[in-house]
Each structure stands twice: as structure tokens, then as C-alpha cells.
């Protein structure tokens, strides 16, 4: 079957992570046009129930280089973004007009971070189209209780997603693009296939192009470097700490005007 040439569609399918950039900042006209694209993400209910921290303090990125896993190319990158579920706004708006209100919980949770994490990646895509490279950092979901002490974040405020960004050295943009599943082997249709699931052993040999290697000893190198390793035990931590101090409780009691 024939594809149709699309931009857009070309430059998802072109899209690759960037950690190395150019010693130059990002203008403000191009940053204030990719932000403003971020905001016109779809919401739940036209809330948007996010806020960016546009990390700008070259000590705060320092600190966040550290805390998020030893990273030193987060200090180096002049676009920092954090996009940090945020129900607070509208919670405070709620009990100035009514006597009672139930408390964020984990459903509100899950909602906000939804609208963080569809934001972001529409910054990304953004990105991509306004000449940046971008990469995803994680483990802004480790130390949950350092990081909101360092963002001061309030309750029902989470950092969900964070974005490091610049113009990408010519290295980084001729660097190799890193393989996808098949569209075959991750969709699914009408419901959960576990005929296709239980195919991961030959999915991760087809993506990786591992052939002629060993693909046991690959896997378990790859478990041990992104499962059972002290990063991935942190963040399980870290979230659940999150989940806590953000519905804990209080959860679902009322509070309002009096």
C-alpha cells in the first residue's frame, strides 16, 4: 500500500531522542510558540489540568542532573520543562464557591497526569517542527519528596513528565534511529490478544536485530540494567509516595466554604 506524504506524519516518523546540544539558548519567540502549541493539547474537560515549571536557574538544572538519576546532559540543556499534574488550581477555585467539596484522589490523579503527559508530548512534537531535540527524562518521578521541595509544590501538585531540549549537535541528529514493534505485534483489536503478548521473546529479537546473537543473555543484561537495578526500585518508591501525600488520608472528605 501506497503512504501519503504528510509533513506532520513525516516528522513523527522521523522523531528520535537528542541529549547532546549546541551551546546556544533557545529564543524566546520559539520557545513562547512551542509552549503556546503545548497549551492547545487536548484537556479533560478544557481544564488543563497541568502546570509547566520552564526551568530556567542554572543551579535548579545542576540539582536536577543529580536527582534525576546522574545525568549531567539535564545541566547542559537550555530548554528544561517540568509538566506536573496540577488539580490545586481548580480544587481552590471549587471551595470558594461551595460548602462542600470532596477532595483530589486517585481517579483526579490519573486525569491530570494524563492531560501532563498529552501536553508534553505535543511540546515535543513541537520541538521537532520548530528545528529542537528533545528527550524525555524519567526519572523526574524518582525522590518525589526532593523534587517537590525543590519546585515547591503544593498539594495536589505532581511532577509527571520532564522535557530537556536545544538545538541538537550534528552528531545527534545523524545518530542512528533506535527501532519501534511492529504495528502488528502492539495492536490489538477488540480486546487484549494474548497470543500476540506472549510473542515478546520474538518481538524484542525482530526490533532489536539481535539475530545471531544471544538473544537470553541480551535479556537478562537488559532486565538487570532497566528492572532490577536501584533506579527502577527509587521511582516505584517515589510514586507511591506520591500517590500518598497526594490522596492519602483526606481522600475523598469534604471540604469548602464556610
Known amino acids: 500500500m501506497e503512504k501519503r506524504k504528510n509533513e506532520t506524519i513525516e ?3 522521523k522523531r528520535k531522542s537528542m541529549r547532546v546540544f549546541e ?3 533557545v529564543p524566546q519567540d520559539v520557545k513562547r510558540q512551542l ?3 503545548s497549551l492547545r493539547a487536548a484537556t479533560a474537560g478544557n481544564m488543563t489540568l497541568y502546570t509547566i515549571i520552564d526551568v530556567t536557574d542554572q543551579a535548579l538544572k545542576d540539582k536536577l542532573a543529580v536527582t534525576c538519576d546522574n545525568q549531567p546532559f539535564i545541566a547542559a540543556a537550555p530548554l528544561v520543562l517540568i509538566y506536573c499534574a496540577d488539580y490545586r488550581r481548580w480544587y481552590e ?3 470558594r464557591v461551595e460548602t462542600e467539596v470532596r477532595r483530589p ?3 483526579d490523579f490519573m486525569l491530570a497526569a494524563e492531560d501532563a503527559i498529552i501536553a508534553a508530548q505535543t511540546a515535543v512534537t513541537a ?5 529542537l531535540g528533545t528527550c524525555y527524562i524519567g526519572d523526574i518521578l524518582e525522590n518525589y519528596e526532593t523534587h517537590r521541595l525543590l519546585l515547591g509544590l503544593p498539594d495536589y501538585v505532581a511532577p509527571i513528565a520532564m522535557i530537556v531540549g536545544g538545538y541538537p549537535s550534528r552528531q545527534q541528529e545523524e545518530r542512528r534511529q ?5 504495528v502488528e505485534d502492539i495492536v490489538h483489536e477488540n480486546g487484549y490478544d494474548m497470543e500476540k503478548a506472549g510473542r515478546m521473546m520474538e518481538m524484542v529479537e525482530e526490533k532489536e536485530d539481535w539475530h545471531g546473537e544471544d538473544l537470553t543473555l541480551r535479556l537478562k543484561a537488559f532486565c538487570k540494567r532497566k528492572w532490577n537495578c ?16 497526594w490522596a492519602g488520608p483526606e481522600s475523598g472528605k469534604t471540604s469548602g466554604r464556610e
Open 11 to 13: 516528522l513523527l516518523m
Open 23 to 25: 551551546d546556544k539558548p
Open 35 to 37: 509552549l503556546e502549541a
Open 93 to 95: 477555585a471549587f471551595c
Open 105 to 107: 484522589s486517585y481517579g
Open 127 to 131: 520541538a521537532d517542527a520548530l528545528g
Open 178 to 182: 533506535t527501532p519501534r514493534f511492529a
Open 230 to 245: 536501584s533506579f527502577s526500585e527509587e521511582m516505584s518508591r517515589s510514586v507511591k509516595a506520591m500517590l500518598d501525600a
